[in-house]
């Protein structure tokens, strides 16, 4: 069967099996973000955007994708460029292992379209649907929190993914990265 896509901005008429998930699909053309977890829907990490809403793409029928605009954790930021949502996970110390990080980043992606300026009761709410087994979820709220105000302020973040130096210096950090002269606190 043919299926018509819009993933990341580009129209794709693809050919699948019927009883492909979306991840299947998803995976076999390459984005390979979106991570095979428990195949029930019961993890997350399979989390993607399909027509403004976040979906497990593992549970997700191709047929029922068909004519939808998908947006993978690719359609984001990259290596050099990192979108702000990215940027706060990093910064925050916000992912161990990473493996649930994209679905993690993709569902917060959602929410901050629906609500900029969630509480981190709503935060939690939202990420409910979403497991992580190495972390105990508080910096993973506080990236998303962050992440909120990073987006509203437009704050600038390093291509590298770090704190800005002036941002590191106000927080006490006493790295080399605060220090121009590369010297630390020799």
Same mark, same amino acid.
């Given at each position: 069967?043919?299926?018509?896509?819009?993933?990341?901005?580009?129209?794709?008429?693809?050919?699948?099996?019927?009883?492909?998930?979306?991840?299947?699909?998803?995976?076999?053309?390459?984005?390979?973000?979106?991570?095979?977890?428990?195949?029930?829907?019961?993890?997350?990490? &399979?989390?993607?955007?399909?027509? =403004?809403?976040?979906?497990? #793409?593992?549970?997700?029928?191709?047929?029922?994708? $068909?004519? /939808? +605009?998908?947006?993978?954790?690719?359609?984001?930021?990259?290596?050099?460029?990192?979108?702000?949502?990215?940027?706060?996970?990093?910064?925050?110390?916000?992912?161990? &292992?990473?493996?649930?990080?994209? =679905?993690?980043?993709?569902? #917060?992606?959602?929410?901050?379209?629906?609500?900029? $300026?969630? /509480? +981190?009761?709503?935060?939690?709410?939202?990420?409910?649907?979403?497991?992580?087994?190495?972390?105990?979820?508080?910096?993973?709220?506080?990236?998303?929190?962050?992440?909120?105000?990073?987006?509203?302020?437009?704050?600038?973040?390093?291509?590298?993914?770090?704190?800005?130096?002036?941002?590191?210096?106000?927080?006490?950090?006493?790295?080399?990265?605060?220090?121009?002269?590369?010297?630390?606190?020799?």
């Amino acid at each position: 069967m043919q299926v018509e896509l819009h993933i990341n901005g580009q129209e794709k008429r693809l050919e699948v099996s019927k009883s492909d998930s979306l991840l299947d699909v998803l995976r076999e053309k390459g984005y390979t973000g979106a991570k095979r977890g428990c195949d029930t829907g019961a993890c997350g990490f &399979c989390t993607v955007i399909v027509d =403004g809403e976040p979906e497990k #793409s593992c549970v997700t029928p191709i047929a029922k994708a $068909d004519s /939808t +605009e998908v947006r993978t954790i690719e359609s984001l930021g990259s290596q050099d460029d990192l979108h702000p949502i990215q940027a706060a996970f990093v910064d925050n110390f916000a992912l161990q &292992c990473g493996f649930c990080i994209p =679905g993690m980043i993709m569902r #917060s992606k959602a929410l901050l379209d629906e609500n900029p $300026d969630p /509480t +981190e009761r709503q935060v939690r709410e939202a990420l409910s649907d979403n497991l992580c087994r190495c972390t105990g979820y508080k910096k993973i709220v506080e990236a998303v929190l962050d992440a909120s105000d990073r987006m509203s302020d437009d704050e600038t973040v390093a291509a590298d993914g770090g704190l800005p130096a002036d941002v590191a210096f106000e927080s006490g950090c006493s790295c080399s990265c605060s220090d121009s002269s590369g010297g630390g606190d020799e």
